[in-house]
């Protein structure tokens, strides 16, 4: 199945940890784009990536969130030092140009 | 303005009927596309329908349609004989460009709560 791969599925933190989630993309697209949820709401924008590039970053926190999509190899959202209001669903979704968004199955992130 | 504005936080319907799901959108991108996503309780975003901005036609997959007014800017999902599977959250979501790229913006959801 070339669907889009989302691991660890529920990651637990501790304060002041790292969390590090993983996206990679449906086969043969060049688009990630990363999203957040917190309960009952709706999907929050983070970034959009192509290759080795950030696109859009306008819905990253400045301090401690960062993205990246090498050239090889999945696409990495990184959070430092978590706090309890990181606590999320994080979905990653990639699509070719022009083209639904096609959702991995997210990262629970739980911070004790 | 919002860019896709879902007015229903919550709808019910009775099973076998048909539900109509209401979805506004404002853009000012000539080229623009609009999507449906279920997300049932156990959390995975499953992609429902699509309509492009220039299809005379509306976008129809087995019991889901999508009434596309443009002049009124509204993309309503339609689904008939309603399942108590179909009970979950639908986002409404819209493609526009931005430069060489896509945006994708999404409304803030319906919980549809199918009875039996």
């Known amino acids: 199945n070339a669907g889009v791969m989302q691991n660890p599925r529920h990651l637990v933190r501790r304060r002041g940890q790292e969390a590090r989630l993983r996206c990679s993309p449906m086969k043969g697209h060049s688009h990630v784009y990363w999203y957040r949820q917190l309960p009952e709401e709706g999907l929050k924008f983070m970034v959009y990536?192509?290759?080795?590039?950030?696109?859009?970053e306008s819905g990253m926190p400045k301090e401690r969130f960062s993205a990246e999509f090498p050239k090889e190899g999945p696409s990495i959202l990184r959070i430092q030092q978590v706090v309890r209001g990181d606590s999320a669903a994080y979905f990653c979704?990639?699509?070719?140009?022009?083209?639904?968004?096609?959702f991995g199955n997210g990262t629970r992130l739980t911070v004790t | 303005a919002q860019k896709i504005t879902q007015t229903q936080p919550g709808m019910f319907v009775q099973e076998k009927e048909a539900v109509t799901l209401d979805c506004t959108y404002d853009t000012s991108d000539p080229s623009y596309g609009l999507f449906w996503y279920k997300q049932p309780s156990s959390g995975e975003m499953i992609f429902l329908i699509y309509?492009?901005?220039?299809?005379?036609q509306n976008a129809t997959e087995g019991r889901y349609s999508l009434n596309f007014q443009k002049a009124r800017k509204s993309a309503n999902l339609v689904i008939s004989a309603s399942q108590l599977g179909d009970s979950a959250m639908y986002f409404c979501a819209m493609r526009e460009k931005t430069g060489n790229f896509n945006k994708f913006y999404f409304g803030s959801g319906t919980k549809l709560n199918v009875k039996p």
């Open positions: 979704a990639s699509s070719q140009q022009g083209g639904p968004l096609h």
């Open positions: 309509q492009g901005s220039y299809d005379q």
């Open positions: 990536l192509q290759k080795e590039n950030i696109i859009d």
